[in-house]
């Protein structure tokens, strides 16, 4: 129970206090749950946050239900869920009352354009933490810029991204191991 207790506040805390969506969660989230908690390790974060990519919903979301389950099965990645969304739903709800209200206010308009850049700089300091830990050798740098200029020049999904990606680095290890 303390442990479930645990894993909704953590999660509450985390949606509490982290704007921007799922990207700019993730650093709190590497803090709180690798370097606080110790709930999982940096490559099972690394692992949590390239699954979440892979299903549907927000990256955040999917990364808290996936821990709590990990740690308390159904009923701690409800819980987990939950805490994260929850501080959300009410500060939503809120500004929802009161925004209509507002929203054509010069000092509001400001406060939106500030937090944007505020927001794009947690979410490129999330990315190079990503980076980091992802790429970790010249195999890794070849695939990161090949995916990158494939997003970045072509139409195609990045769901086929995260696939090839994933195909490439069965290849690559199944290579290595080859080798050996």
């Known amino acids: 129970m303390k442990e479930l207790a645990a894993l909704f506040i953590s999660f509450a805390r985390i949606g509490v206090l982290t704007f921007g969506g799922g990207y700019a969660m993730l ?10 908690r110790h709930w999982a390790t940096e490559s099972e974060m690394m692992n949590y946050y390239a699954l979440s990519q892979c299903t549907p919903g927000a990256i955040a979301v999917n990364v808290a239900t996936f821990i709590g389950y990990r740690r308390k099965g ?5 819980l987990a ?4 969304v929850f501080p959300s739903l009410v500060i939503i709800c809120l500004i929802a009352a009161f925004l209509g209200n507002f929203a054509d206010s010069a000092v509001v308009q ?7 850049v505020g927001v794009a700089v947690l979410m490129v300091n999330a990315v190079l933490r990503l980076a980091r830990a992802a790429i970790v050798d010249y195999k890794g740098v070849i695939l990161f810029l090949l995916v990158f200029a494939g997003a970045v020049f072509t139409p ?3 769901a086929l991204f995260v696939i090839l990606s994933g195909l490439a680095g069965i290849l ?6 080859k080798g050996k």
């Open 81 to 84: 869920t939950l805490g994260l």
């Open 110 to 116: 400001n406060a939106f354009a500030g937090i944007r």
């Open 27 to 36: 650093p709190m989230m590497q803090r709180e749950i690798v370097e606080r």
């Open 172 to 177: 690559i290890k199944s290579w290595e191991v």
């Open 156 to 158: 195609l999904s990045p």
């Open 74 to 78: 159904v009923t701690g990645g409800v």
